[in-house]
């Protein structure tokens, strides 16, 4: 049987973050089951804002060839779960992660005359995020809601299904990641 295939993205500059410490657990678990793991940290590689041409909507692809999102896009089209980790920056993805998405729209979906076609279905994700707001207030102030909505956007158009969110809290108070947050990052992987 072949072995799952697992990428995992870093979408925080910092190595030893929260989001990051939480993504290394993950990519432990994820070899520690026997699967394949690829992990990419965004801020490694060059990565063209998208132009906004429309081309690859009908095409499936980039019409930028010359940076490191013809590697990245392939191995989205090669991984069976997509691990996401990525901070809350203004309530929402921090431009990296957003220019990863639309980067990847035509390799993602097709558009059609009604709805949009999802190109990568089949796959699955986990999201990991960490924000500086304490629960509730995070919620009440809806800290991590735009970064959620953008996130769900993005994968379920492509056709890509949830297997669950972990959202780290009150970050600056925090030496590291509690082990409540990374059984349930566990827990997560045991689902795949
Ligand atoms: C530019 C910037 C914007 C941020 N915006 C928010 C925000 O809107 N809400 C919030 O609760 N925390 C915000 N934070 C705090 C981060 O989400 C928090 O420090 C998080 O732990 C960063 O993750 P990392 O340690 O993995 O890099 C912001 C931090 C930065 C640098």
Redesign the pocket.
């Known amino acids: 049987m072949n072995k799952k295939k697992i990428l995992a993205i870093q979408g925080?500059?910092?190595n030893n973050?929260?989001?990051?410490t939480m993504l290394k657990y993950a990519v432990d678990e994820s070899q520690k089951a026997g699967y394949d793991v690829e992990y990419i940290r965004l801020h490694d590689h060059r990565i063209e804002y998208c132009k906004g041409c429309r081309k690859c909507f009908e095409t499936g692809e980039c019409v930028i060839k010359d940076d490191d999102m013809t590697q990245i896009s392939k191995s989205f089209k090669d991984a069976d779960v997509i691990i996401l980790a990525s901070?809350?920056?203004?309530?929402n993805v921090p431009a990296i992660v957003k220019n990863l998405f639309d980067r990847m729209s035509g390799t993602s979906m097709e558009e059609t005359n009604t709805f949009p076609k999802p190109r990568l279905s089949g796959k699955k994700y986990i999201l990991l995020t960490?924000?500086?707001?304490p629960m509730p207030f995070?919620t009440f102030f809806g800290?991590t809601t735009g970064l959620k909505k953008a996130v769900k956007e993005y994968f379920k158009t492509s056709g890509i299904s949830c297997i669950g969110i972990v959202v780290c809290d009150n970050?600056?108070k925090r030496k590291g990641v509690p082990s409540v947050k990374l059984n349930q990052i566990q827990r997560l992987i045991r689902k795949i």
Do not use: D, E, R
Not at 17 to 20: L, P, R, V
Not at 87 to 91: E, K, N, T
């Open positions: 925080s500059f910092k973050g929260i989001t990051s901070p809350v920056y203004w309530a960490a924000c500086n707001t995070a800290q970050t600056s």
